[in-house]
């Protein structure tokens, strides 16, 4: 069975809430889709009001973060079973400004995982090299020590079922975008790394993104690839192009 492509904003440290309920309207109709899943992962004091604004279209509501523990006097951070409860279908763990300006690192962003997917959330678990890395020739080596990493005691089920999105870090924010052979080369690896750690089956079903300077240009060439099943879009989702992203073809 084809994997249905997912495009996602993730809107980083962007909007008030009511910017982000202006936002939600004038992008109402210009992500409508059939074919695409949208996902708009907002920082936290935005998901009521968004949860709100897109209700009745086919927009879900996604997290940029969480904490793995239930409840409790973990002071400014926010339960699985909250999102759940505020309407959040999907939440974002391990990007890369997570992993580098807050330190979580891959034991941490396991257990984020896992309890994403006891409390029914997908997650969409992201990857992703340095620069520095890439030109060390150590780009794979790196993805699949941070995929097996996360998903220690993950099911295969449950890995059919998430989200993972490459993001080169280098393409962040920069405009520089990976070039589709670069983006195709990783996202594949990803897809053989689920193979290796569960079955064909489940490397099949897992949706991979790819993240990085998506916009308007260049996100039919991307999503055209094989292995590249929609993006995790920064800069561009906070705009008018993310109706062109999502319906890039
Ligand atoms: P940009 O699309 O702004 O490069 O951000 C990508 C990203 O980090 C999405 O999570």
């Given at each position: 069975?084809?994997?249905?492509?997912i495009?996602?904003?993730?809107w980083k440290?962007?909007?008030t809430?009511s910017?982000?309920v202006?936002?939600?309207?004038?992008?109402k109709?210009?992500?409508k889709?059939?074919?695409?899943?949208?996902?708009?992962?907002?920082?936290?004091?935005?998901?009521?009001?968004?949860v709100?604004?897109?209700?009745?279209?086919?927009?879900?509501?996604?997290?940029?973060n969480?904490?793995?523990?239930d409840?409790?006097?973990?002071t400014?951070?926010?339960?699985a079973?909250?999102?759940?409860?505020?309407?959040?279908?999907?939440?974002?763990i391990g990007?890369?400004e997570?992993?580098?300006?807050?330190?979580?690192?891959?034991?941490?962003?396991?257990?984020?995982v896992?309890k994403?997917?006891?409390?029914?959330?997908?997650?969409?678990?992201?990857?992703?090299?340095?620069l520095?890395q890439?030109?060390?020739?150590?780009?794979?080596?790196?993805?699949?020590?941070?995929i097996?990493?996360d998903l220690?005691?993950v099911?295969?089920?449950?890995?059919?079922?998430?989200v993972?999105a490459?993001?080169p870090?280098?393409a962040?924010?920069t405009?520089k975008?990976?070039?589709?052979?670069?983006?195709?080369?990783?996202?594949?690896a990803?897809r053989d790394?689920?193979?290796?750690i569960?079955?064909?089956?489940?490397?099949?079903a897992?949706?991979?993104?790819?993240?990085g300077?998506v916009n308007?240009?260049?996100?039919?060439?991307?999503f055209?690839?094989p292995?590249?099943?929609?993006?995790?879009?920064g800069?561009?989702?906070?705009?008018?192009d993310?109706?062109?992203?999502?319906?890039?073809?």
């Open positions: 069975m084809a994997r249905k492509k495009v996602a904003g993730n440290m962007n909007m809430p910017q982000a202006a936002l939600c309207e004038e992008l109709d210009l992500v889709s059939e074919d695409v899943d949208v996902v708009y992962c907002v920082p936290a004091i935005d998901i009521v009001p968004v709100e604004a897109v209700k009745g279209t086919n927009v879900e509501v996604g997290a940029e969480m904490y793995f523990e409840k409790g006097a973990y400014g951070e926010i339960s079973s909250m999102l759940v409860d505020a309407g959040v279908k999907y939440v974002i990007h890369s997570r992993r580098d300006y807050f330190k979580e690192d891959d034991c941490l962003l396991n257990k984020k896992k994403a997917f006891e409390a029914g959330l997908t997650p969409i678990l992201c990857c992703g090299e340095t520095e890439r030109e060390m020739g150590i780009t794979l080596d790196w993805i699949r020590m941070q097996k990493s220690v005691g099911t295969a089920e449950q890995a059919a079922s998430m993972i490459y993001e870090i280098w962040i924010g405009g975008t990976a070039t589709t052979e670069q983006a195709q080369e990783v996202c594949k990803v790394c689920i193979a290796e569960y079955d064909a089956a489940t490397a099949e897992v949706r991979i993104q790819y993240g300077s308007a240009a260049n996100a039919a060439e991307l055209a690839q292995d590249i099943d929609g993006g995790l879009v800069g561009a989702s906070l705009k008018a993310f109706g062109k992203i999502v319906n890039y073809k």
